[in-house]
């Protein structure tokens, strides 16, 4: 049992002197770093997001050109019979009266199939009874219906001018900061943003234009005139008879029927054409539209200045490009003096990008350290341009002025 002991002894000997010459190979340990004398790290926000609306002053705009009303209706050549001729307070057609087909013996042909009578176009007589009118005033020369085709000439050359309302629109913006200025009192940003608003301006006008009336009269051949309006054929229904006055009856036994024309009969080509003109300030009336929005992209330094730690004060300026849309249209409506208005509207599209400069002062009360609200004067100038409508029948341009326009805006800020 000694001797176990002592080789135990022996072996943890050994063991002890092969660690120790180990821990002498390995070295001293590494000594753990000291932090302690190191200033506490703070992330300090460095950016500034603005977002909320801008309502600034509405562009300026002028409209002038000139124009036509076409008549929308074709009375066709002052001569020619039977012929499809409209006019704008009525119409004169075909003439559509028949008359019966009759046998050998005078007697009326029936269509087996149908049991009724057959017809033919009368011969013609210089008549129609297929027409109609709308107006009283058309009975001004005795004897004849007056029918009548209305065009205008827009001959008023004046500009008109349009300042619409303010409009409100979105309005959001980036602030870096750069660094400070005059101590620890100015801090000075780098700032972009971009702002959207309407364009909407409407102006409705009478314009002095040239009527020009085609004037188409018809002869009643000495019948009374109808009421108006009046409108034909009208028909009546009648008992068939044979050439000796009796009743023609159908295979069933039952008499047959006719309808007969009871129109008031005209002459089935006009019996003379005039064409007058006048000048007024009343017939014709002109609807400006200018539809459409701009959006401004702007950037520049700003300086703001600390009151407290919370109220703020910036003073920003810098260049601003404006990219504008818009459609513009003219509606030219006619009064004639009888019948419905007569209207003509043409419209166009154009894209404009306007350099410019903006200018702006807010007012900035932060709430916490990262949020607040902000409020501020802003004006800002991108220059105007035109915008044509060019049809066949209109020639109108309008004049958008995008120049030295002011306004406010307000929002909320996101430092980060």
Known sequence: MKIFRYLVFAFVAALGVAF???????????????????????YEPKSVLSFGFRYIGGAKTSFSGTGRVPSPEDPGSATGANLLRVYHNGRVQPDARTVARLDAGGNPIVDPQSNTAAFDPIAPDGRTNTWNYTSADQLSLPGFVRFDSYSAEVIDTAVRDKKPGSSAGM??????????????????????????????STRFDPVRARLTTVSDYYSL????????????????TENVVDAVGNAVLSADGLGQTISVDTSILIGNEPAGRT???ATDEASVSNRWKLKGAFYTFR??????????????????????VVYSGSTYSVTQTLTPPDGAEITETSSSEAYKLLPGYFA????????????????????????????????ENAHYSTKIDLANMSGFRAGLSYRF
């Open 20 to 42: 120790a010459q180990d821990e002498e190979r390995r070295g001293p340990p590494i000594e753990i770093p000291d932090f302690s004398n190191l200033d506490e790290y703070i």
């Open 360 to 391: 702006d002062a807010t007012l900035q009360f932060d709430l916490t350290e990262r949020t607040g609200f902000y409020a501020g004067a802003v004006v800002q100038s991108a220059g105007s341009y035109t915008q044509a409508v060019d049809t």
């Open 171 to 200: 309005d959001i913006a980036v602030s870096r900061d750069m660094g400070k200025l005059l101590g620890s009192k100015v801090l000075w940003q780098l700032t972009a943003g971009m702002s959207m608003n309407d364009i909407a």
């Open 275 to 277: 064409t007058t003109t």
């Open 299 to 320: 950037a520049g330094p700003t300086l703001q200045f600390s009151f407290t730690n919370r109220f703020k004060v910036s003073v920003g300026v810098g260049a601003a």
């Open 221 to 236: 051949f000495g019948q009374t005139p109808p009421d108006a309006p009046y409108s034909s054929p009208s028909t009546a």
